[in-house]
């Protein structure tokens, strides 16, 4: 079946990609390995200057990227160029600080006798990315595999074939081999023969949590190391003695930004009871005032859901939860009388642990609060999922909402601000939400040989 781009605001077809076959695969296998056994002799420095300059072409390629977004998966035009930015940013990282981070580490053993841990490369890996970040998503894999030394094939999410496309080509045009990164339009069968075939050694997926129970499954038939980052239900705390108004402000941008989808964005607000009057009345606002319309118009501020499916699951996910007893606070939906796939913001409250939709992910503008009695029903609730991505506190000092994080269990916490992702921090959750780390020197030792040399 061939790759077609359905432009989310429109619903017009934009452009039209064949599948990769049996033996395009078999081709960019052979590339892949053999580029991983040249570049065994190629240094770490050497290819710190060729990321460089890759992160340079997509600074320079920012407003080309952001457009291919925007008709693929329907990303607003200005979230975009934020995208495109933060993937160069996060090559501009490992070129800075990669280096430091591969240095051999020196160790002794028995009587003062030395031994040495190196990094290097072990091979292929295999990149299977989602279509809500495309560009970000895959250069947290590409970067910091890249300077390794291991190759990276990419399996991308169907929509977003052009942006697929797009970051090979200017990978491509800095003049790296090209068995350096390559993307296949390949199919879920493909790619568990694939995980099975040697000359791949590693896995790296973005995506649900049957995506990933999936792939790991093939990794682990196949023996092969993998890493997850799948879905999340975020908590956003907020705290008597919170700056209210910031944490509306903040709160509403990271459930709303990107059409709701986010897997680290704020999910589930769980309020402290003397607050939440005040931060509800603030976040009906907020909701209320959004502005649906094309990604590519400045004007607009929420923009379409990627697919049409996504957007009627998304109108069935409101529709179980209200049928059985959720309360909607800001009324909204699949907006089915226009062309496209658009979403008003809905806004809802007492979902209980009898609805089925309690601790299910809304991926998109649906937001719901919670309202507790004090810190400890808090804790308690957002610990009560089956996720731990991300979340936020908002309290009165940051030794306070120190006090809540330190009880949470997710990946990462942020205080008195919105999760969002850095090159500079690890990047990655635990429970359904997967395992291992993007971005930060970690992500240099998912893939990597830490060969140990003792001496003598």
């Known amino acids: 079946m061939a790759y077609q781009i359905i432009n989310p605001a429109t619903g017009k077809i934009e452009q039209t990609f064949e599948p990769a076959d049996n033996q395009l695969i078999e081709a960019a296998l052979n590339r892949s390995a053999t580029y991983y056994r040249t570049q065994r002799q190629v240094t770490f420095q050497q290819r710190a200057a060729q990321l460089a300059e890759i992160a340079q072409i ?11 977004a925007a008709t693929n998966m329907g990303k607003r035009y200005q979230e975009g160029i934020g995208e495109a930015t933060a993937a160069a940013n996060i090559a501009q990282y490992y070129v800075d600080h990669g280096l430091t981070a591969l240095t051999a580490r020196q160790y002794t053993y028995l009587d003062g006798k030395k031994a040495v841990l190196q990094y290097e490369a072990t091979g292929t890996v295999l990149a299977v990315e989602p279509w809500n970040f495309p560009y ?6 590409f970067a910091p595999n890249f300077l390794l030394g291991n190759p990276v094939i990419l399996k991308h999410a169907r929509i977003v074939a052009g942006c697929a496309d797009l970051f090979e080509q200017l990978v491509w045009a800095a003049n790296v081999d090209h068995g350096a990164f390559q993307n296949l339009f390949i199919n879920s069968e493909q790619v568990a023969t694939m995980i099975a075939d040697a000359r791949i ?56 930004r ?10 589930r607000f769980i309020v402290e009871r003397d607050v939440a009057e005040a931060f509800t009345t603030g976040m009906i606002a907020q909701f209320r005032q959004r502005q649906l319309g094309d990604p590519l118009d400045e004007t607009t501020t929420l923009a379409p859901m ?20 959720a ?15 658009f979403f008003k913001p809905v806004l809802l409250t007492n979902l209980t642990p009898d609805n089925p939709m309690y601790d299910e992910e809304f991926f998109g503008p649906v937001g719901q609060i919670h309202v507790v009695d004090n810190e400890a029903a808090a804790i308690s609730l957002a610990n009560r999922s ?28 942020f205080l008195n601000q919105p999760s969002n992702g850095y090159p500079e921090l690890p990047f990655g959750g635990v429970k359904n939400s997967g395992y291992g780390r993007e971005m930060s020197d970690l992500a240099l030792y998912e893939f990597a040989n830490q060969k140990m040399i003792a001496l003598g």
């Not at 997509?58 to 291919?68: E, G, K, N, T």
């Not at 993998?226 to 903040?250: C, M, P, Y």
């Not at 990627?306 to 007893?325: C, I, P, R, T």
């Not at 309360?327 to 796939?341: I, W």
Request: proline share 1%; glycine share 10%; hydrophobic share 45%.
């Open 136 to 141: 970000t998503q895959v250069m947290r894999v």
């Open 58 to 68: 997509f600074r320079d390629h920012v407003a080309q990227l952001a457009s291919v």
């Open 306 to 325: 990627a697919s049409k499916a996504m957007q009627l699951n998304l109108q069935h996910q409101v529709d179980v939860a209200v049928e059985n007893g």
């Open 201 to 256: 050694q590693g896995v790296a997926l973005t995506g649900s949590a049957q995506a990933g129970s999936a792939v790991a499954a093939e990794a682990g038939r196949a023996m092969k190391k993998s890493t997850l980052e799948l879905g999340g239900n975020d908590a956003f705390i907020v705290l008597k003695g919170a700056d209210i108004d910031q944490a509306v402000l903040d709160g509403a941008t990271s459930r709303l």
């Open 258 to 267: 990107n059409a709701g989808q986010v897997c680290t964005s704020a999910k």
């Open 386 to 413: 089956q996720f731990g991505l991300a979340g936020a506190v908002y309290a009165k000092t940051v030794t306070a909402a120190k006090r809540v994080a330190d009880q949470l269990e997710t990946g990462q916490i």
């Open 327 to 341: 309360q909607v606070l800001v009324e909204g939906g699949a907006v089915l009388d226009r062309p496209g796939n």
